[in-house]
């Protein structure tokens, strides 16, 4: 049953398409992005970013920088801004911090997507999950410093993230919730990249953002 106070905003999905791929494997011409891991994918202007829950219920972290200049990166305040909502979907653009577009989102079958949180790092497992008593846990933070750090992009350059298919909303207190991704096996958001970029992509590490289970995340560039 949704909750009284939650926002519903109205969103045009895209119509489902199949998906081969499975928890055995991504589909052909698909790259899978192991559970708790990232990946670099180039990106030419005009070519699209195709993201794909294999499995369900599963966060994908989307961080993209500018190939001409590094210092260029996704800013999620300014996303917000200029499109005046935070529930972006099909349509809407992905803004840069110096206010240029990055990226169109162009194909949207959840319509469910955060840019509140920043990624998750080990102080958030230290902080937020004090079961694991300071072990050292994956984190997207550190899986997207590991991939963006070889082409330039130092960490305190990675700020907010498009938590893909996160399903994070606030109650009329203010008090921020976490449910589980709504996402089924197959569910896709694509976008395409309106500058050269390098984006940064993780399979969310966080177990509380992914309801219990961390799973893959299949991808694969087109054009």
């Not at 997207?140 to 399903?167: A, E, H, K, Q």
């Not at 089924?184 to 992914?210: H, Q, V, Y």
Request: proline share 11%.
């Amino acid at each position: 049953m949704t909750h009284p106070d939650r926002p519903q905003p109205v969103r045009d999905l895209s119509p489902a398409r199949p998906y081969d791929g499975g928890p055995d494997g991504p589909a052909p011409g698909w790259t899978r992005i192991p559970p708790q891991t990232g990946l670099l994918v180039e990106l030419a202007p005009g070519q699209l970013l195709e993201i794909v829950d294999p499995c369900g219920e599963q966060v994908s972290d989307l961080y993209l920088v500018s190939r001409n200049d590094v210092e260029e990166c996704f800013s999620a305040g300014r996303t917000v801004d200029y499109n005046n909502t935070l529930y972006v979907s099909v349509g809407s653009k992905l803004w840069s911090n110096r206010s240029a577009v990055m990226a169109s989102i162009v194909e949207d079958t959840v319509g469910v997507h955060d840019m509140t949180l920043t990624p998750c790092s080990q102080e958030t497992f230290d902080i937020l999950y004090p079961e694991f008593e300071g072990a050292p846990h994956p984190s997207c933070f550190g899986n997207l410093c590991g991939v963006l750090g070889p082409v330039g992009v130092s960490p305190d350059r990675i700020g907010t993230t498009l938590n893909v298919f996160m399903d994070v909303w606030t109650d009329r207190t203010g008090e921020l919730h976490i449910d589980p991704p709504p996402t089924r096996p197959g569910d896709i958001f694509a976008i395409r990249a309106e500058m050269p970029l390098f984006a940064g992509i993780t399979a969310c590490s966080a177990e509380k953002s992914n309801n219990g289970t961390c799973k893959p995340i299949d991808v694969r560039v087109v054009g």
